[in-house]
């Protein structure tokens, strides 16, 4: 075409295979992993509270960051007997979700030590000074980032993990433990369910066990 041999390019109607992606990128932790990231938090101070509380949040209810740091203190509420919380998903949209028992039990802590009961001042508020004290403004993505990558070093965790890498490993453990992938959507809030499948991560730990019948 280029050299006017051709008037047309005869190829012009070949289309390539489609290329589709059935597993995210988002690095995920064991629940071991999780155990000691969340063990290895100190829980005699109002940030490791906080701390905790945050990561556990992400854990239990496959949030994204961006709806936990936007939560107030009135999203956390009592429904049934038991203890549930709001998120402010994207779009302006609200996603009501029950907790685990211990995230039930990790917030109650948090809230209780660091004496927070002003229903509309944000839930997961930044620290300053260097006593790091709470202050009314919350924490930015950045500031929850920093905050993982501090504890998971401090952990021993070598997997460069993110926000987004709890929302993963929440979704893969719970399919791991016999949850079916239509409820796990709901839970994640997605609009399908083949996004919420590039979260699992079952075939990974396959994959490890069968590598190590290499016996050599």
Known sequence: M????LPANPA???RGPRYSVRTGKTP?????EVRDLIDSIDADTVIGLRDRAL?????????????????RVEDVYVQRRRTWVRLHEKGGKLHDMPCHHNLEEWLHD?????????????LFRSAKGPQAVLSARPMSQVDVYRM??????AAGIRTRIGCHSFRATGITEYLRNGGK????????NHESARTTG??????GQIKLDEVEQIAI
């Open 181 to 188: 992938l239509e409820i796990a959507q709901q839970m994640a």
């Open 55 to 71: 990561i556990g949040m992400m854990v239990y209810t496959f949030a994204r960051v961006g709806a936990v740091t936007r939560m």
């Open 198 to 203: 590039l979260y699992d991560r079952r075939g």
């Open 110 to 122: 948090y809230m209780q030590g660091a004496g927070i009961d002003d229903a509309a001042g944000y």
């Open 12 to 14: 012009a109607s070949v």
């Open 2 to 5: 280029v050299g006017q041999v």
């Open 148 to 153: 993982i990558g501090r504890r998971a070093e």
């Open 28 to 32: 995920v932790l064991s629940a071991q």
